[in-house]
């Protein structure tokens, strides 16, 4: 979500971080976006055939989005960075996400009003990090808003863990496997949960 012209008048040092962030992204960062948002499918080949190729296009993005100091290790543990790698090495599905971008790009990526309940998070290292006043213009029924100093961020081709690195809970989509297995009656084993809530509940 971008903000609008009005908007960038009189912001606040928050709002003047984020457009300087987002500037620094056009300048440095941006440059998967723009290979991925106009020739994907030749960019699909290599990755498609190459392992080390594959896994270097999504680590560097590990790095340049997880809160680290230095080395997405700092973030994020091996498994759960070759978790997500292998979704995309072994269904072979690095032209089809790639191809998001370009029909993203194709059919225009101006912000749009959504008035169904809305919650939203900011990570520190978030490409746009949009302001609660921003947010409520295009989100009316927002119901959430929250600004995380660590975490790791959530963007095509990137990792998330299941939560924030300061907190000890589990992540919605796991605790909702086990609400569901526990009214079923079934046993909830360690394997049901993702990498980063089985790291949390396995033995020291």
């Known amino acids: 979500m971008f903000p609008e012209p009005d908007q960038l008048q009189d912001m606040d040092p928050f709002e ?28 699909g080949y290599g990755l498609a055939d190459s392992p080390v190729g594959q896994a270097a296009w999504i680590y560097e993005k590990m790095w340049a989005w ?15 960075m070759l978790d997500n790698i292998m979704l995309y090495w072994l269904p072979g599905t690095a032209t089809s996400s790639a191809r998001l971008y370009w029909e993203s790009c194709a059919i225009g990526t101006a912000s749009v009003r959504l008035e169904i ?35 790791v961020i959530s963007r095509p081709g990137s990792s998330r863990r299941c939560t924030s690195r300061k907190s000890a809970t589990a992540s919605p989509r796991c605790a909702e496997r086990g609400r569901a297995r526990r009214g079923s009656g079934q046993a909830i084993r360690l394997k049901d949960g993702c990498a980063a809530c089985r790291r949390r509940a396995s033995p020291r």
């Open 16 to 43: 003047q971080a984020a457009v300087a962030s987002l500037g620094h992204w056009e300048e440095k960062g941006s440059g998967y976006f723009k290979q991925q948002s106009t020739r994907p499918q030749t960019l």
């Open 66 to 80: 997880s809160d680290n100091q230095g080395n997405p290790e700092d973030a994020l543990t091996l498994d759960e």
């Open 117 to 151: 309940p809305v919650g939203v998070s900011v990570y520190p290292r978030e490409t746009l990090r949009p302001s609660r006043r921003w947010v409520d213009r295009w989100m009316p029924n927002l119901i959430h808003y929250n600004i995380l100093d660590r975490g």
